[in-house]
């Protein structure tokens, strides 16, 4: 059976590699052709140079005009040169044979013998998509521009509505190399041929091909509802939150990620705000750039890891889960609202201000300092938005000392007064010195450093968190430093987000964009006397400028702590919202905490629920194994309906000496048994152990942690005890849950003395 399988495997990979051949061949056409393209935007540019030489008024317009526009172009081509090209889709014959301008067949609907009796079809027409369109020399297109309307398809064709469409393919390449290609057939049960030959699938195509030309009529139906329910999601009315839940392997990602390139063909005004998905982890979010292609033209679609949403940070490390629970909880909120305010007088604020006025040196002491500050901080405003308030205050309380409001009873000459007596008090060194020391400007990352003195934490959380918990929550955060520049966690990225609306970052200033050297050309400052400004040079100045978007996609949403919850709210207060995930694989250990924050973030909106309900990732034989879990970690509920069958039982054994030996053995084992990556899970403190034992296997094989593994997916699996997954967290067993189902083919389980295996080496956690 083994040999069997890696035979088929072996079968697969070759298919794959061929596929990727097509591709690449059909790419180093398009290259071949822009860099002609080039050349005679060269050829322009020369050219219009050599007419200027001629002198005459009508010969120098012409040069500035031919120059402009010879610019123009070779500036596009250029900035579009490299990664364009994303997407395929072979279409059947149409109605009609008429051709647009560029060049593709008009029909939308397949012609009525396009598909014959038997269900079997020709490919009429293959598009390739990409960021810009390209013509061969005989004008046939070699790449459609994904705004031109016979790109439309590549958005718009589903299962249930395939239109001309038999197969969308995605394309992931690299500079000129083609990486991968993965399939999407829009009509399973039609055997299509391209020049003779049968159209193959790659990737979950192929699985979807084989389910939908299977004999029995229970697996065509299974097919139609993985059709029909992934496609109400994908068209679901944006003017509200579609929430989708699903459990491993129902596709719940790659629906909200088709979801994001419908709504965006569909309506792009609407959503020239942009559209932000989120991801838990930066792996899921590299996988998710792999499936979606690329959206983002004019810095309309934005990838982001929950620990990268924050401008300026960067999540590079973990929490423990008890440190994990206290920075997630919504009573920090609390705790870093008094943080703000308490950090004001950190570092020895001065309690005395003196200043001379009339000629004569007023004072103000502690008591009337602290007054003035009770008074600021009253309102609602970010601290440091505060701070004008805080001057013009002291300013009034000098001026009533100094006597000044009595000097003039004329309206004019007590203001002319009043005026010129602030302008000479704010522009002393001693005003402003005290000011600055009294009401400093504070910094996201300066507070966050100041929680790690548990002095001060102490009293800042008092009522909000045990000293248990004050403890733990400032020896995590001494690992930022006092310049607050240490490494941060996903969790601490939450509590920036949380303190920048607190304090109130200042605007940033614009920056300049570099001249062109096409600018420069003698005669062109008349026709254009700034450069234009490149897609991708808009595409970066929003993403950075932009804090909300108008629609926001939330992957893995169950996972989300309360103040992520309220950092992600934020970036979608006027949007609408696709809310993906599933209860069952959440990791925070307090659910309704989390749903009170998710309702809050989600607001009044309007909501429609969606329920995924076919695995099609884990073979049944594995997805018995995690329902084991399933039922321990969430009694009652019911796990999706696994379609496919390989005959491979999970594997079970226990590590009767060292334990890394043992999974080395295993992972070597399933390396040599599957042509694909293998992937080794193990409880978040053994990461680095575990990397160690398959430090000399391979790019193949991969360790990670348990949190790490939601979303992702190995065409073998190595769980390793599953005992300190579930001991890990309160969440654990749900933790555990998420690992025994990241196979599409084998699994194996390792245990160790912890897990209490039986003989057969089934640990106490997984029997039947």
Wanted: hydrophobic share 40%; no cysteine.
């Amino acid at each position: 059976m083994a040999a069997q399988n890696a035979a088929v495997d072996s079968t697969a990979d070759s298919v794959r590699d061929r596929e990727i051949a097509v591709e690449q061949t059909h790419l180093d056409q398009v290259y071949r052709r822009l860099e002609e393209k080039i050349h005679e935007a060269e050829f322009l540019m020369n050219d219009a140079a050599k007419r200027g030489q001629v002198g005459t008024p009508g010969a120098l317009a012409e040069r500035d005009a031919q120059v402009f526009r010879a610019g123009i172009h070779l500036n596009r081509l250029n900035n579009e040169f490299e990664d364009f090209l994303f997407g395929r889709i072979d279409l059947v014959l149409g109605k009609d044979g008429e051709r647009g301008a560029d060049g593709a067949y008009t029909s939308v609907d397949p012609a009525d013998d396009a598909i014959r009796e038997d269900l079997t079809a020709d490919v009429a027409e293959t598009l390739h998509i990409g960021r810009i369109g390209v013509l061969d020399s005989d004008y046939a297109p070699l790449v459609i521009d994904w705004r031109a309307p016979a790109a439309a398809p590549f958005y718009r064709s589903t299962p249930k509505d395939p239109g001309r469409v038999v197969r969308r393919r995605v394309i992931r390449s690299k500079g000129r190399k083609v990486l991968g290609v993965e399939d999407d057939l829009m009509r399973p049960e039609v055997t299509a041929f391209l020049d003779g030959r049968e159209l193959l699938a790659i990737g979950d195509g192929a699985l979807m091909a084989a389910l939908g030309r299977a004999r029995t009529h229970s697996m065509r139906d299974i097919v139609s509802s993985i059709q029909a329910e992934q496609d109400l999601v994908i068209r679901a009315p944006a003017a509200s939150v579609a929430e989708v839940a699903g459990g491993p392997g129902t596709g719940k990602t790659a629906v909200a990620l088709h979801r994001a390139a419908y709504l965006l063909y569909q309506d792009r005004r609407r959503y020239s705000g942009g559209i932000l998905i989120v991801s838990p982890t930066p792996l899921l979010v590299a996988y998710t750039e792999g499936v979606l292609p690329s959206l983002g033209e004019e810095g309309q679609v934005a990838i982001r890891a929950l620990g990268s949403l924050v401008d300026g940070a960067e999540a590079t490390t973990y929490d423990s889960p008890a440190v994990a629970r206290i920075k997630g909880s919504s009573r920090m909120l609390k705790v870093l609202r008094k943080a703000v305010r308490g950090a004001l007088e950190l570092g020895g604020a001065p309690d005395r201000l003196r200043v001379v006025a009339f000629g004569r040196r007023q004072e103000l002491e502690s008591a009337e300092l602290n007054r003035i500050r009770q008074n600021v901080l009253s309102g609602t405003a970010p601290v440091n938005l505060l701070r004008p308030r805080a001057r013009k205050l002291l300013l009034d309380a000098l001026y009533a000392k100094s006597g000044g409001a009595g000097r003039h009873s004329d309206p004019e000459l007590a203001a002319e007064l009043r005026s010129a007596f602030d302008e000479d008090i704010s522009t002393e060194d001693a005003f402003i010195g005290f000011l600055n020391a009294w009401w400093p400007e504070l910094t996201p990352r300066g507070v966050l450093a100041a929680l790690a003195d548990e002095r001060h934490l102490g009293r800042w959380s008092r009522r909000d968190l045990n000293p248990r918990e004050t403890r733990q929550l400032a020896r995590s955060l001494r690992r930022v430093g006092p310049d607050g520049k240490g490494p941060l966690s996903v969790h601490d990225v939450a509590l920036l987000d949380e303190l920048q609306q607190l304090l109130g970052a200042p605007a940033r200033p614009k920056r300049k964009r570099e001249m062109d050297p096409l600018d420069q050309l003698s005669g062109l400052e008349e026709l254009m006397p700034t450069r234009e400004e490149t897609q991708w040079e808009r595409a970066e100045r929003l993403a950075a400028e932009r804090t909300e978007y108008a629609h926001v996609i939330v992957d893995e949403a169950q996972d989300l702590t309360p103040m992520q919850w309220r950092m992600v709210g934020r970036r979608g207060r006027h949007g609408t919202w696709t809310v993906v995930g599933d209860p069952a694989q959440s990791s925070w250990t307090d659910p309704e905490e989390a749903a009170a924050a998710r309702d809050e973030a989600l607001g009044s909106r309007p909501r429609r629920r969606f329920t995924l309900t076919v695995n099609y990732r884990n073979p049944a034989e594995v997805a018995e194994v995690a329902s084991r879990v399933l039922r321990l970690a969430m009694p009652g509920m019911e796990p999706p309906s696994a379609v496919r069958s390989t005959g491979l039982e999970p594997r079970f054994t226990a590590a009767r000496g060292d334990l890394g030996t043992a999974v080395r053995e295993e992972t070597r084992r399933l390396l040599e048994q599957v042509d694909g990556t293998v992937g080794v899970v193990v409880a978040m403190d053994r990461r680095a152990e575990a990397a160690g034992w398959l430090a000399d296997l391979g790019e193949r094989a991969v360790a990670l942690g348990s949190l790490e593994a939601k979303g992702l997916e190995y065409d073998a699996t190595v769980v390793v005890s599953p005992a300190e997954i579930a001991d890990e967290s309160p969440a654990g067993l749900r933790v555990l849950y998420v690992a025994l189902t990241r196979a599409t083919q084998q699994l194996t389980v390792v245990s160790a003395d912890r897990d209490k295996p039986g003989a057969d080496g089934v640990p106490e956690l997984l029997l039947p």
